[in-house]
């Protein structure tokens, strides 16, 4: 017999409503494996029914679902709780142990497949789209059968050995609230932030510059070839190197194009232009070239790398950031949108420091400095005075 309280946990948990400490609860009830068989059948016997085949109502089924766990209103909160996954993987294992035949009653041939927002994807050559999730590990194959690349969780790395007269371009697409990372056949590695995309061959042709197509932001770091220059086209602006490392962040929303070198040397000139080492600039390591899509100049200075990097390992470094650029970031980072209510805070600059942080004390750290309210509604965070 499950208690009311052990009750409400887990279908806190199974709406993904469950704070750190629930979990910590629900973990140790589930160390008894009396208690794993309570849990499927749980939600077998409750989950079955409010997902008839015919009948789901969604809307109505999690209103009933939180009814039964009674939430105030003081915790109607943002759910995106981020588990450690060793921690927490019991809990995972033990929800799919309820099995693939008790997950397909979810769905009928009668359902229309509907691509979630937050889905990884790959657009093939021939225009198919591939769905990657990113804790899976499979083989990339074209439509005429041939391998052209191993994705394994949240990296896809591209085969050395694929050989194209012509060049044949791939697009990934990695959404708000996701990184993402492809090697390229060359070995080139590159490490995608929130909401970009990358086009680019599935093999280099020998004799041809190795050009890739970025819109966002990306980390690269790039196998020397001195034979073979790298070229990064991202919007106005072309990114050409030999072998180095270095950062490009340009979103369509953002006034600037940034590019910031770790390491060797690269030279940035506008896009369209035939590239002349002359009248290219170029950077060294530790400097910033920021092209103002506007008035169309670059200007270079000296940068704090560890800054522009930061994204990479899921961390947020913000110095004197205006407060609806950190908004943005907010909205790429943890895929939700921001509602601004209080027109005060729109020309303020901020400096703050997160590491891997939920959204939630994100929140309270600026609202704190900034001296605003706010509050959640569903993946809205609406900010007021």
């Known amino acids: 017999m499950i208690s009311p309280e052990t009750e409400k946990i887990i279908v806190k948990y199974l709406i993904n409503q469950a704070n750190s400490s629930e979990l910590d609860t629900l973990s140790l009830w589930l160390n008894n494996p009396d208690n794993i068989k309570l849990f499927n059948d749980y939600v077998r016997t409750n989950y079955a029914i409010n997902y008839n085949m015919k009948k789901y109502n969604s809307a109505q089924t999690k209103a009933n679902l939180l009814r039964v766990i009674k939430i105030e209103k003081s915790a109607n909160r943002l759910a995106k709780i981020k588990m450690n996954l060793l ?12 099995g693939y035949g008790y997950i397909q009653g979810y769905f009928t041939s009668d359902d229309k497949l509907i691509l979630p927002e937050e889905s990884i994807t790959l657009q093939l050559n021939d225009g198919n789209i591939k769905v990657i999730n990113d804790d899976e590990a499979v083989e990339v194959v074209e439509v005429n059968g041939r391998i052209i690349g191993v994705q394994s969780g ?22 708000y609230g996701k990184r993402f990372e492809v090697q390229l056949s060359d070995g080139t590695i590159v490490s995608l932030n929130s909401g970009s995309s990358l086009k680019y061959p599935v093999n280099f042709i020998k004799g041809k510059n190795r050009h890739v197509f970025l819109s966002g932001e990306a980390f690269f770091k790039v196998a020397k070839d001195t034979k073979h220059p790298f070229i990064v086209s991202a919007d106005e602006i072309d990114v050409r190197v030999l072998g180095t490392k270095f950062n490009i962040s340009s979103y369509p929303e953002d006034n600037n194009i940034n590019t910031v070198l770790v390491e060797g040397s690269v030279s940035t000139y506008k896009t369209g232009e035939t590239y002349k080492p002359e009248s290219a600039t170029l950077l060294k390591p530790g400097n910033k070239a920021a092209w103002n899509k506007i008035n169309k100049t670059i200007q270079v200075t000296e940068t704090d790398v560890e800054t522009h990097l930061a994204w990479i390992s899921g961390r947020l470094i913000l110095y004197e950031v205006e407060f609806s650029a950190i908004l943005k970031k907010l909205e790429r980072q943890y895929n939700v949108e921001f509602i601004n209510n209080n027109t005060a805070l729109k020309n303020r600059f901020f400096t703050a420091k997160f590491d891997v942080e939920d959204i939630e004390q994100v929140m309270e750290s600026l609202s704190y400095s900034g001296k605003f309210t706010y509050k959640f509604d569903e ?7």
């Open 154 to 175: 949240k990296q896809l790395a591209y085969n050395s050995n694929v050989e194209n007269d012509t060049l044949i371009y791939n697009t990934l697409a990695v959404p």
């Open 87 to 98: 921690k927490y993987a019991a809990l995972i294992l033990i929800f799919l142990s309820i």
């Open 379 to 385: 993946n809205k965070i609406i900010i007021n005075p």
